[in-house]
Each structure stands twice: as structure tokens, then as C-alpha cells.
């Protein structure tokens, strides 16, 4: 019954028997992702930046394994007792061969790393070959974010060229940049506001998503470009209301799309994070699970309405949404009697 009730609402979105008003309203969605942007932007400054992980800061990390214990107070106790004032991040593994330990910690000399390494056999019960040490530099890191920024760069660059090639207007372009911004800003700010750990796992995800929101995106630009092509000579709609047709026509699409999309990447984010305790697997899934549902509600809330505004001043449509205004105000007006 559920399902027969929801393709009807798709139906009606369809046809048009029903309908909601995403571009009217437009400017209820543009003050809400202002705010949610320069929240986004606020968050992480507030609280002093982001939380990257070692790859990025540098660092020591160890790797405890079969560990009977994974209190991860006895971890950090190890790490102070090596050096005081050390910061300690623990997290718990869950493998085919059992529970383990992963320490992360500042910088170490190698008798500080040998000393540590130590403490966390006997603090676990394991012995010393149990226990496997690596040091990352920060260098590593700036080479992954600076290889980051420049391919992020040339995606949206060739992007931008291909969809105006395909699209023939670069104002459908500049819309699903604009939008892809405005998931990548919020995306991050929810990094920050929660504390989550940004890996070169996260940063895959991150460009992973910019493909998805793009996807769906073309998907509904191809819809407007389909309503919109003789539009010059019907009277049936004004070019906002157009667009606005093809949101709704492609709404449902946009949410199963979503949740087909969504359900998998939710899965490997709960056996990441909670089954194997696979710290990339968490990593990616996460921000793609957050990518995947603010790139659907962009699409839909942001990318079309500021299509729609790019192009509310050419003359041609000017001129047609005059010819439709004109041509309602001269229909006649079918009264319509209540029912007994």
C-alpha cells in the first residue's frame, strides 16, 4: 500500500497534478545554505581547526595486537609515562585474529619509541612482537593535501568545461559548481563540528562525493534542458516554472537514487566502523554517506533555483514568460461548483 501511495506521488509530480514550488521558494533555500555555509566556516575556526589525522600532522602510531583489554586508558598511561605531555588518540581494531589497540601519538625519538612500545606489551599482556611501531612525517602530508587541492582544481575546471560543452550554456555549469561548493563547505563543517578524523581516506571521499552531486545534478539539468527546448513557442509554462516541472518530475528519481546509493555506503560504514574496526573503511564511507545526502538536497534546492535565476533576465525569456502571462490572463475562467 505504502509503495502503490508513493508511486502515485511520483506519478502526480510526473504529470503535474502535483506539484512543489522548489524555485518559487528559492529564497527560503538560498538563506538557509548561506547560514549553514558560514556556519560550516565558523565551526572549525571556533574550534581551531580541523581534526587530521596522523598522516597529515605527523606523528608515531602503534598497533597493539590480540589484546585481552582494550581499555584505552592503559594506552594513554604507556604513552605519559614515556612523555607527559604527549597527545594520545586510542582507537579499538577488530580483526580475524582479535581485538587491538592503535595509539597515536606526537613525534618520538627512537628510545622514546622503544620505551613506549614496552610499556604497551606489558600494559596489554602481549608480547613484544605483538606490538608494531611507525612514524609518518608531516611532509607526507602536505603532499596528499597539496595533490588534493590541485586535482580537486582540475576536476572542477574540466567539469565545468565538459557539462558547458554538453549542456551548451555555461550558466548550467556555473549552477552545479556553485552547488558542489556548497556540499563541500557543509560536508566539512560537519568534519568539524563533530571531531571526525581527517585521513587521505576522508579526502577520496570528499572528491568522491563531488562526482555523485554532479551526477544528480546532470540528471536534473538534462530534464530542464528537455522541458525548456520549445518552450520559445508553447504558452503552457514560464521558463521558472519549467524548471521547477523538472525538479518534481525528477524528484523521485533523486530519492531512490539517494537511497540505493546511501543503504550500501551505510553498511560499509557500520562494518567499518563497529564490525572490522577498519579505520579506512569508516573513513571513506563516512563522507561519502554525508556527500551522498547534501549532494540529493543541493540538486534539488540549490542547483535548479539558481539555474533558474542565471537565466530569469535573458530577453528571450523575458519575453516568453510575457507571452505566457498574457495568454492565462486572456483564458477564461472555469468556475467550479462545489459537489453535493
Known amino acids: 500500500m505504502a509503495a502503490t501511495r508513493f508511486q502515485k506521488f511520483g506519478n502526480d509530480l510526473y504529470t503535474g497534478a502535483r506539484s512543489i514550488d522548489f524555485v518559487g521558494k528559492r529564497k527560503i533555500w538560498y538563506s538557509i ?21 596522523i598522516d597529515f600532522r605527523g606523528g608515531s602510531q602503534f598497533t597493539v595486537s590480540n589484546v585481552k583489554t582494550t581499555d584505552q586508558s592503559l594506552a594513554e598511561q604507556a604513552v605519559h609515562d614515556v612523555k607527559p605531555n604527549a597527545t594520545v588518540q586510542v582507537s579499538v581494531t577488530h580483526g580475524a585474529g582479535g581485538d587491538g589497540v592503535r595509539v597515536q601519538t606526537d613525534q618520538l625519538t627512537t628510545d622514546q619509541t622503544k620505551a613506549v612500545a614496552a610499556n604497551l606489551g606489558r600494559a596489554y599482556g ?10 609518518i612525517g608531516p611532509s607526507w602530508g602536505a603532499d596528499v593535501s597539496r595533490q ?43 568534519y568539524a563540528l563533530v571531531g571526525f578524523e581527517i585521513t587521505p581516506a576522508t579526502m577520496i571521499g570528499f572528491l568522491t562525493i563531488l562526482g555523485y552531486s554532479l551526477y544528480d545534478t546532470v540528471v536534473v539539468f538534462d530534464k530542464i534542458r528537455e522541458n525548456t527546448r520549445h518552450d520559445k513557442d508553447a504558452v503552457n509554462h514560464t521558463f521558472p516554472e519549467s524548471v521547477n516541472l523538472a525538479v518534481n518530475q525528477t524528484l523521485v528519481r533523486s530519492i531512490n537514487t539517494a537511497a540505493v546509493a546511501a543503504l550500501p555506503v551505510a553498511a560499509i560504514l557500520f562494518i567499518g566502523a563497529f564490525a572490522l574496526g577498519a579505520d579506512t573503511l569508516r573513513d571513506i564511507s563516512l563522507a561519502l554517506f554525508i556527500g551522498i545526502l547534501i549532494g540529493t538536497y543541493s540538486t534539488i534546492f540549490i542547483a535548479a533555483p539558481l539555474y533558474a535565476d542565471f537565466r530569469r533576465g535573458e530577453k528571450e525569456i523575458v519575453k516568453h514568460d510575457r507571452k505566457v502571462m498574457a495568454a492565462r490572463s486572456k483564458a477564461p475562467i472555469t468556475e467550479v461548483v462545489p459537489s453535493k
Request: charged residues 5%.
Open 148 to 190: 588534493a587541492i590541485q586535482g580537486l582544481v582540475v576536476f572542477l575546471l574540466l567539469a565545468f568545461i565538459a557539462m558547458a560543452l554538453y549542456f551548451r550554456t555555461w550558466k548550467m555549469s556555473a549552477a552545479a559548481i556553485i552547488s558542489l561548493f556548497h556540499d563541500l563547505i557543509i560536508t566539512a563543517g560537519i
Open 126 to 135: 602481549v608480547p613484544q612482537t605483538d606490538v608494531a611501531s611507525t612514524y
Open 33 to 53: 545554505a548561506v547560514v549553514l555555509i558560514i556556519v560550516s566556516v565558523i565551526i572549525p575556526i571556533a574550534k581551531g581547526g580541523f581534526n587530521f589525522g
